[in-house]
């Protein structure tokens, strides 16, 4: 019987901490997403572009065709 206790505490515990974290987000304006997605985008681009680099790199070195 304690395991459900402990189990039921942590339920609790997890839906006190989302409804928590609910109240406290909110709804971007626009300009706070547009800003985000510009941010995210040059960030998968240059995470993109390192990996394409390191792919030429590795392949110039090891002689391998690309």
Known sequence: MAAIGSVQ??????MSNARHIL???????????????KVIVLGILL???????ISLIVGYVSGLPI
């Open 9 to 14: 505490a942590k339920l609790n515990s997890f």
């Open 47 to 53: 995470i993109g572009v390192l990996g394409y680099v």
């Open 23 to 37: 109240n406290v987000s909110y709804k971007p304006g626009p300009d706070e997403f547009n800003r985000t997605a």
